[in-house]
């Protein structure tokens, strides 16, 4: 792999890594160039619920259609369901390691890891090359995990969970922390149920997430929305090109008259499109 490193001082330098206790001077990265984005961060149980499991490729999967980019820790369990979330909807990930990048740890996750880089994410590490995967090095992985993040979502978590400490790291950055709400007689849940209890943020669906990343959740919704048929492809990439009126929409798209105006009416129906005056139409 191609490894590259960084330093505080360069512009690829996440500048929400900046504002952390102990940022890392330097970093190590396979992969695509940083940008400045929004990030949510994702952790939880080495052994999740089935519960915990789908709730997970459900939300992260609509967060990740929304534009934001997924960061874990490439670890066994929801670590990983949140990357392979985000590479199935088509979204970005970033993966952030705890030794050195020419080994992956937990093997296990190699071909996870490649595919992470061959759809545009990046791998990160503090630790130069030949670094070894020491337990303390995880504990400070963690720091920077929710420093890259706008928000921390906590998924599946017990009571002494190691997931709890990225939560907190989150709580001392000043970042969001959302958890995911539990049947109280799991022990997976005690730890999200308590962080809710103090003060995290409740997450029961996807536009929790994207409210609180500050993210428009009706224009999420349309961009995430998929054609369902021709007619409705072609009417709305019109209308994202900048084409407004009836009728030049009608004459552009070469529908029927009868296809266009049923295609017009169920594109409102859905709450994708929106008359701002009589006779043009625009994304809701």
């Known amino acids: ?18 504002e952390i206790g102990a940022p890392p001077q330097r970093l190590w990265l396979v992969g695509a160039v940083l940008q400045e984005e929004v990030r949510l961060t994702v952790v939880g149980s080495r052994k999740p619920t089935k519960y915990g ?28 369901l949140a990357h392979k979330a985000a590479l199935d909807a088509g979204g970005k990930t970033i993966a952030v390691m705890a030794g050195g990048l020419d080994r992956i740890y937990p093997a296990t996750n190699t071909a996870l890891a490649r595919r992470i ?10 630790y130069p090359e030949k670094t070894e995967f020491f337990k303390q090095n995880f504990v400070a992985r963690n720091r920077i995990q929710s420093g890259l993040s706008d928000a921390v979502l906590i998924v599946e978590a017990a009571e002494k969970s190691g997931t709890l400490i990225t939560a907190q790291f989150a709580i001392d950055q000043n970042r969001t922390v959302l958890a995911l709400p ?20 409740p997450v029961t669906s996807a536009s929790d997430i994207l409210e609180a990343l500050g993210i428009n959740t009706r224009a999420a919704k349309v961009k995430q929305y998929k054609p369902e048929n021709h007619a409705e492809e072609v009417i709305l990439g019109l209308i994202k090109s900048g084409t407004d009126s009836s009728e030049e929409l009608q004459v552009e798209s070469q529908l029927s008259l009868i296809d266009f105006t049923t295609t017009l009416t169920m594109l409102e129906i859905k709450d994708i499109i929106t008359q701002p005056t009589a006779g043009t139409w625009d994304l809701k």
Do not use: W
């Not at 960084?6 to 690829?12: L, P, V």
């Open 182 to 201: 539990g049947n109280i007689d799991s022990p997976n849940s005690v730890g999200t149920n308590e962080l809710i209890k103090t003060g995290a943020t």
């Open 53 to 80: 499991i789908k709730v997970t490729q459900k939300l992260i999967q609509e967060v990740a259609s929304a534009g934001v980019t997924i960061v874990s820790g490439l670890a066994l369990g929801i670590d990983a």
């Open 117 to 126: 880089l061959e759809n545009g994410g990046t791998l990160i590490s503090e």
């Open 1 to 18: 792999m191609n490894i590259r490193h960084i330093t505080n001082r360069d512009s690829e330098y996440p500048s929400l890594l900046k």
